[in-house]
């Protein structure tokens, strides 16, 4: 089991007891954040920006 495995996914968030819809997935390859997405997680693609702004990316997809 790997990403982009929907049962990846699916698996760290039973086991972390988190709901999809509050997981938010950080990813360089965009196949991997479009799987996330597909079981109702936030999937951001990480393109090299600078941390901050990826730290302003998540906190705009959940707010």
């Keep these: 089991m790997r990403k982009p495995d929907h049962c990846f996914y699916k ?9 999809s819809s509050e997981a938010i997935f ?5 196949e ?11 999937g951001l693609l990480f393109d090299g920006t600078k941390a901050d702004e990826v ?7 959940i707010a």
């Design 11 to 19: 698996h760290v968030l039973k086991e972390t007891s988190t709901a």
């Design 55 to 61: 730290r302003g990316k998540a906190a705009d997809s």
């Design 32 to 42: 991997n954040t479009l799987a996330t997405q597909e079981v109702g997680m936030t």
């Design 26 to 30: 950080i990813d360089d390859k965009k």
